[in-house]
C-alpha cells in the first residue's frame, strides 16, 4: 500500500516499466520491429523528479529499487517519461466528477464520440 500519491504514481511506473520490457521482448521473438524509446506518461511531477533524480533516491529509501529499475532503464535509452496535464489525464472521466466539457472532451479522446461538443 502506498503512504503517498507521489509513491504510488512511482510503482505504477515502475510496474509499467517491466510490462513494457516484458511485451518488447515478446516482440522481439515474433520479430517485430519497436521503436525506441517508449514514452511513459505520468501526472505527477514529483514522482518523475524522483525517478530522474539520483539524488531524490536516498530520502526515499523504501522505494529505492522501484527508482532504481526505471531511472535505469531511462537511462539505457529503453524509456522517456512525459508529464501528462490533469485536463489530458484519460482516467478522469471514470474517476472524478467532470463538467460538460472536461467529459465531452476526455470522451472524444477515448473515442466514445465522433468530435468534441463545443461547450453551451
Known amino acids: 500500500m502506498a503512504k503517498s500519491t507521489v509513491e504510488a504514481e512511482y510503482r505504477a511506473m515502475s510496474y509499467t516499466t517491466f510490462e513494457l520490457e516484458w511485451l518488447s521482448y515478446i516482440l522481439h521473438d515474433l520479430c517485430?520491429?519497436?521503436?525506441?524509446?517508449?514514452?511513459?506518461?505520468?501526472?505527477?511531477?514529483?514522482?518523475?523528479?524522483?525517478?530522474?533524480?539520483?539524488?531524490?533516491?536516498?530520502?526515499?529509501?523504501?522505494?529505492?529499487?522501484?527508482?532504481?529499475?526505471?531511472?535505469?532503464?531511462?537511462?539505457?535509452?529503453?524509456?522517456?517519461?512525459?508529464?501528462?496535464?490533469s485536463q489530458e489525464q484519460l482516467g478522469d472521466i471514470m474517476t472524478k466528477p467532470l463538467g460538460e466539457y472536461q467529459h465531452n472532451f476526455l470522451s472524444f479522446k477515448l473515442g466514445l464520440m465522433d468530435t468534441p461538443s463545443p461547450s453551451a
Open 32 to 85: 517485430v520491429p519497436v521503436s525506441l524509446p517508449f514514452t511513459l506518461y505520468c501526472g505527477n511531477k514529483a514522482a518523475m523528479h524522483i525517478i530522474e533524480n539520483s539524488v531524490f533516491h536516498e530520502r526515499k529509501k523504501h522505494v529505492r529499487i522501484d527508482c532504481h529499475y526505471t531511472r535505469d532503464k531511462i537511462l539505457e535509452g529503453f524509456l522517456k517519461t512525459a508529464y501528462v496535464t
